[in-house]
DNA sequence: GTGGAAACGAGAGCAGCGCTCTCCCAACAT
DNA sequence: ATGTTGGGAGAGCGCTGCTCTCGTTTCCAC
């Protein structure tokens, strides 16, 4: 079971999502490929599997990187997160596209066993943002977002994650998390077109800054 | 042949880009599947084809948008085109999903056929900002990025493109170019929550504000 | 200890896939 | 009339996901 999981990954990385072979991992574990199915009922359950267990690698590489970082430098632990995001998907790009690609098709991740670890890594953006603010070491505009209808949405999701920053740093964070992922995704899926850059992390670090800004920070 | 990739697309736009079959497509154009390779050679070909119509049908409909905004509202004219990106990606979620999602494993689009088509939206895009710098409509902070090295790669874009703009405001661009396509493919792809925004294109008109502000417009 | 239940792997099999090969036939050129 | 060419038909190979049956092993209650 903990191998079918772990030769799963390693054929994820080495073959991609889509050329990901129930028969092969079973091939890889010595045994005949109906004997796989007394585990994982399906491909897309296994593809499931490789999912939380994707998103739980990169919380955890999400969570060490902080660790690093003094809770009260609120700009350098955005920094930490964002670089963390972009190493892990340098490292395990075919999880990440997984993950953050285009979808696999006719698979959809089920909602209740990926939703929890898919969220580690906005929760903690939205940590350190709420902190940073909590802080007042936010400088924004003020003044409510329009028109209503997004207020009224930023309010819900404030309310549900117990937020006191205001709307404009809610929607203000909800672009630099697109955009962080934006970017690892050019930079991963060469968007960018070929050898645009010598060394890839030199834009990225430029990017994070002007998204570090963005927020307000 | 043109029928091949009329099917395709619309194989692509009801069952996806993996679960495209050279020999589906076959059987909806009453046709055995060998009949079809005479003309496409093989289904990583037929998806080549696919990914320049693609490319070609985002071109037309952001050229079609920005030919109702006036040439001298850059604002309006990033606007423009940001929004058509994401009418375009709603519309042909599938095809969206084929050129900037996850790559197709063991599919690489072959960079000579498809770079061309490919660029069309990152060239408008540069057009306008290059535009609102010959005008004197972008106020940016000065002064040249670091490090050299990316200033370098920076100064080889330029010159290759033949702009004016300066570093800050060519790597503030290729922010804004992976930014917005990053909030696309969030909301397409549903990485924002199930049900996060009543009307999500009012937090995607906010974030295309913030990134209209961030490359100095 | 023994009998039954549960767990588990093997193997065959079905339909679909990409792709190749051979064959056949019609249209066209000489 | 003959040869060349283009294009479809069909069989076939090995792969896939998945299902079914069957035999074996293990373990637990009595």
Do not use: N
């Not at 670089?83 to 953050?100: G, H, K, N, Q, S």
């Not at 709307?167 to 991963?188: K, Q």
């Amino acid at each position: 079971m903990r191998d079918i999981v772990r030769i799963g990954r390693s054929h994820l990385a080495t073959e991609g999502a889509a050329a990901l072979s129930l028969r092969a991992v079973a091939r890889d574990l010595g045994v005949v490929s109906s004997a796989v199915y007394r585990y994982v009922g399906s491909r897309d359950e296994l593809l499931t599997l490789l999912v939380v267990d994707g998103y739980d690698e990169l919380g955890d590489a999400v969570d060490a990187a902080l660790e690093r970082v003094p809770r009260a430098d609120h700009a350098d632990r955005m920094r930490a997160i964002g670089r963390a995001v972009r190493a892990w998907a340098l490292a395990e790009p075919a999880t990440y596209a997984l993950l953050f690609g285009s979808p696999v098709p006719g698979y959809s991740a089920p909602a209740e066993r990926t939703t929890g670890p898919g969220t580690r890594v906005i929760l903690r953006l939205v940590e350190v943002w709420e902190d940073a603010w909590a802080a007042g070491e936010i400088t924004l505009p003020d003044g409510s977002v329009s028109p209503r209808r997004l207020s009224r949405d930023l309010a819900r999701i404030r309310r549900e994650l117990g937020l006191t920053a205001p709307d404009e740093l809610v929607a203000r964070g909800m672009l630099a998390w697109a955009a962080l992922f934006g970017c690892v995704s050019f930079e991963l899926f060469g968007q960018y077109g070929p050898d645009a850059f010598a060394e890839p992390k030199d834009i990225f670090e430029h990017h994070l800054e002007v998204l570090v800004a963005a927020v307000g920070l």
